[in-house]
């Protein structure tokens, strides 16, 4: 069975542009969700998708993060414009009712 | 909000040495979880806690859920050098929406040169 995946494993963006980071949970998983390690501080919660419905968005920075799940199946996080600040690896999780969530490998952004 | 403070930030470990970290809280969790991130990997469920005082094993490894709902730690026995990574601590408060986890710092595991 395939884990949770992550594209890209690696971003470099340039202050202002955009970048999409995908995800595509383990299949038949409800609950998806997206956290992130800046600057090797702790791993904080961003949202969480209950199929396609945003259940939990409190940890989201700010409005230029935009996340959707589109049909419920995979989900992207888009930054724009992205600020030096947004630098950090992004991990996006995904959990079958109230079972252990299982993680991505993480997509490290780079913003310079 | 709800924050766990992980210690020790880093350790160098010597293959054969018992190791241990830890985590505290102000605030009381309903679970503690001990997640391992290899380098270029995801965090990877290693121990998970859902009662006080509860005490769990995995191989060498042994975690506990704090008598005070506000405390957990890990010990790993007889290191070996596959044993390098970043360990976190995490919990879920019983305020929390979902499974929305609270992280610790982590806890960089090097090998001593």
């Known amino acids: 069975e395939a884990g949770v995946t992550q594209f890209p494993s690696h971003s470099v963006i340039e202050k202002g542009q955009t970048v999409t980071l995908r995800c595509d949970p383990i299949?038949?998983?409800?609950?998806l969700y997206w956290y992130r390690r800046v600057m090797g501080k702790e791993i904080k919660f961003l949202l969480h998708?209950?199929?396609?419905?945003?259940?939990?968005e409190s940890g989201m920075p700010n409005n230029r993060f935009l996340a959707e799940r589109t049909g419920g199946t995979y989900s992207t996080l888009k930054v724009q414009p992205a600020e030096l600040e947004d630098s950090g690896v992004y991990f996006c999780?995904?959990?079958?009712?109230?079972?252990?969530?299982?993680f991505g490998q993480g997509t490290r952004l780079t913003v310079v | 909000g709800q924050q766990l403070n992980q210690s020790p930030q880093s350790m160098f470990i010597q293959e054969g040495e018992d190791v241990s970290m830890n985590c505290t809280s102000s605030?009381?969790?309903?679970?503690w979880l001990w997640y391992k991130q290899d380098p270029g990997e995801g965090p990877v469920l290693l121990i998970a806690?859902?009662?006080?005082?509860e005490l769990t094993s995995n191989g060498r490894l042994t975690a506990q859920f704090g008598i005070t709902r506000k405390d957990s730690f890990l010990n790993i026995s007889a290191s070996i050098p596959s044993d390098v990574g970043i360990y976190f601590c995490?919990?879920?408060?019983?305020?929390?929406?979902?499974?929305?986890?609270?992280f610790g710092g982590g806890t960089r595991v090097l090998v001593k040169p």
């Open positions: 999780a995904s959990s079958q009712g109230w079972d252990e969530a299982f």
């Open positions: 806690l859902y009662k006080a005082g």
């Open positions: 998708f209950v199929k396609e419905s945003k259940q939990d």
């Open positions: 605030s009381i969790f309903n679970t």
């Open positions: 299949s038949g998983h409800d609950n």
């Open positions: 995490a919990g879920l408060h019983p305020e929390a929406a979902g499974n929305k986890l609270t």
